[in-house]
C-alpha cells in the first residue's frame, strides 16, 4: 500500500466519495477531524457508512478507522461502534510504545469474539508513534510486541504543539523539516524496519502543491518509507506516483533478481561489472514487491 487517505467519519459525501479517491486505503477518522461534539455523530455515520459498504457489491480499498486515543476515554466507544463492521485495521494515534499496543489489542481480541469476521481475518493495527514526545521513549518497544502491527506512521503536527515547537519546516526550504522533526522521522523509519512494518510518512498539511508534494514523497520513497498519509484526495494520485519506483528503478531491479538467479549457488552477482551481495537482491525483492510480482532466487 502506497497511499492513506484521511476521511472525516461525520461527513456522508466525504466518506462516499473517498472509494473513488484511488487511495490504496482510507482511514476513516473519528479523533482529530470530528470536533467534540460531533464525536456521537461521527460514530453514526461512519456505523452506516461502513454496513453499507460491504454490500455494494465492488472492490474496495483497505478500510481503517482511526480511533481517539487510549487516554480519551472514547476509544472503546468507537471500537463498539465500528466492529461489528470488520474494518481492516485500527489506527491509534498517540500511541507510546508496547503497551498501549497490547491494550488495543487485547480489547481487538474482545470485540472479535463477540463479531468474528466472515474471513476470520485479524484485526491490524497503524500506530502513529511519535505525536508526543513521551511517544519517543518507546520507540524501541514495538518488535515483537504484537502480531497485529501492521505499520507505525509518524506525526508532526500535534508534536509540534506538544513540544512548543513554533514550525518543523524550515522557512527557507518548506519541504525540508527542522531538525528535531528530521530525527524524529528517522526514529520512526528505523523502529519499523526493526519491527519487520511498513513505514508510513506523516500527512502534508499543504493541499494545493503538487510538485512540492512529490518532490516530499518521492524523497520519503527514496529514505525507506513505503507508503505516505493524504489529507485530500486530490494528494492521492501524486502520493502513488511518488511511491511507485520509477521505470529506470524497476529495470535495475529485474537485472539484479535474473543475476541471482543465474548464481544460484552463491551470494553474490554481478551487474554491469559491479558486486551486488544479498543486501542487493533485498532491495531489488522490494522495489518490485512495489511495481508487480517478483521472481523469487
Known sequence: MRSYLFVPADSPRKLEKSLISGADALIFDLEDAVSQA???????????????????????????????????????????????????????????????????????????????SPESTPTSIIAIVTETADSLAGLNEYRGSSSRLAGMMWGAEDLSGDIGALANTEETSPSGWTDPFTLVRSLCLFAAAAAGVQAIDTVPTEINNPERLLLQT??????????????????????????????????????????????TEVGVATLDGKMLDLPHLKLARRILAASGPVSQA
Open 38 to 116: 460531533r464525536k456521537p455523530e461521527g460514530r453514526r455515520e461512519l456505523r452506516r457508512f461502513l454496513s453499507e459498504a460491504g454490500n455494494t457489491g465492488r472492490a474496495t480499498p483497505k478500510l481503517f478507522v482511526r480511533v481517539n486515543a487510549l487516554d480519551t476515554g472514547m476509544t472503546l466507544s468507537d471500537l463498539e461502534a465500528v466492529m461489528p463492521y470488520s474494518p481492516d485495521g485500527i489506527v491509534l494515534p498517540k500511541c507510546r510504545g508496547a503497551q498501549d499496543l497490547r491494550l488495543l489489542s487485547s480489547y481487538l481480541d474482545v470485540f472479535e469474539h463477540i463479531y468474528p
Open 218 to 263: 518521492q524523497r520519503a520513497y527514496r529514505d525507506g518509507f513505503t507508503a505516505k498519509a493524504a489529507i485530500h484526495p486530490g494528494q492521492v494520485p501524486v502520493i502513488n506516483q511518488g511511491m511507485t519506483p520509477d521505470v529506470k528503478r524497476q529495470e535495475w531491479a529485474r537485472c539484479v533478481v535474473a543475476a541471482f538467479e543465474q548464481n
